[in-house]
């Protein structure tokens, strides 16, 4: 009988009405704990048990999404990190795609307050500029990560209802989308909360739609203004120290700017050329013989709310500016 209600399920789902499912049961569905998941979601959101039940019916565990989750990128250190965006083809990318929607990113700029080279940036580090957005089907992604990575299992389980509401919500289909193998989605790769929360239609065709320039533009502004970007404010600079009165200060973790400029100098702490804020943080990135010291704002810290990770909001920073330079100086 339940093989019967998933067939006629999932041919329900938008889009899948000429598509055969996979009608063998998967890794998930006769797990007590993704039963009472199920419950819950009945229970609390609404949902129906049955269309629930069909559609993670066929989920599999991908042991390839638990390896590469184990693995992150922002683990090794900052100079491989800082190879791998910061490069004269993503460069020269970035001022194609700035060139080829220049009316759009200049108008979204002004809206929201935010640096255009900092939304071409984003779109650059997270998915080469639209090129590459991820092949993993979410629905597998979040229900691996949900149940089969303890480390972080209740953050995807979170994420887990907030795709599936997404997608109640946007009338998407669940067995249709695909992102990273953490479930982020579309250019901008938003997680599921991040894109039921502060994905817009700029394009005002009604649809929230991530995988589309307009939308994906300006749900990153959306994003970095609804955490606080300061229009017009520098993200940081690289410091010279001197003596160790800084080293208490500096951290390698993204933290607010508790600091202010006449404070680190006092510690040792120069900034390497004009640089203007009211609290600032010291950010150390291990060098290959000494640490590389660098100063950020309120508007670094804002890039570390998108990826938590110093590292990430510093190769987002590099290859802004070198985006800029290399519009402005062919």
């Given at each position: ?16 009405a ?23 979601l ?6 129906e ?22 693995a ?6 900052w ?36 640096a ?8 650059g ?6 090129r590459?957005t ?27 209802v ?11 289909s ?46 990153i502004?959306n994003?970095?203004?609804?955490h ?8 940081a600079?690289?410091a010279?120290?001197t ?11 993204a933290r ?33 013989t ?10 670094f ?8 990770s ?21």
């Amino acid at each position: 009988m339940l093989r019967i209600s998933v067939i006629l399920l999932l041919f329900a789902l938008p889009g899948y009405a000429h598509q055969l499912p996979d009608t063998i049961p998967g890794d998930y569905i006769n797990r007590p704990e993704v039963k009472a998941f199920i419950k819950k979601l009945v229970a609390e959101q609404g949902f129906e048990r049955d269309f629930l039940e069909a559609l993670f019916y066929p989920v599999r565990q991908n042991e390839k999404i638990l390896a590469k989750v184990n693995a992150p990128a922002e683990g090794i250190s900052w100079q491989r990190y800082r190879k791998i965006f910061i490069t004269p083809e993503r460069i020269r990318a970035g001022v194609a795609f700035w060139q080829q929607h220049d009316s759009l990113i200049n108008s979204i700029s002004r809206q929201y307050g935010i640096a255009p080279e900092y939304l071409v940036a984003i779109a650059g580090v997270e998915t080469y500029y639209g090129r590459h957005t991820g092949s993993y089907p979410v629905l597998q992604s979040l229900t691996t990560l949900a149940f089969d990575f303890p480390k972080r299992g209740r953050f995807y389980k979170k994420e887990l209802v907030e795709f599936l509401l997404l997608c109640r919500e946007e009338r998407l289909s669940p067995l249709k989308l695909h992102g990273s193998y953490a479930g982020a989605m579309g250019i901008p790769q938003f997680i599921a909360s991040s894109y039921r929360f502060y994905a817009v239609d700029q394009d005002g065709d009604k649809v929230r739609n991530l995988w589309q320039v307009a939308d994906a533009l300006g749900s990153i502004a959306n994003y970095f203004k609804q955490h606080g970007w300061q229009s017009g404010m520098p993200v940081a600079i690289k410091a010279q120290t001197t003596g160790g009165g800084h080293l208490s200060m500096a951290d390698t973790v993204a933290r607010k700017p508790r600091y202010t400029l006449a404070q680190l100098q006092a510690a040792g702490v120069r900034p390497q050329g004009e640089f203007k804020a009211d609290k600032v943080v010291l950010v150390q990135m291990n060098g290959k013989t000494t640490p590389e010291y660098w100063i950020g704002s309120r508007n670094f810290y804002v890039i570390t709310r998108y990826n938590h990770s110093p590292k990430y909001a510093l190769a987002v920073h590099q290859l802004a500016q070198a985006i800029r330079a290399k519009r402005t100086t062919p």
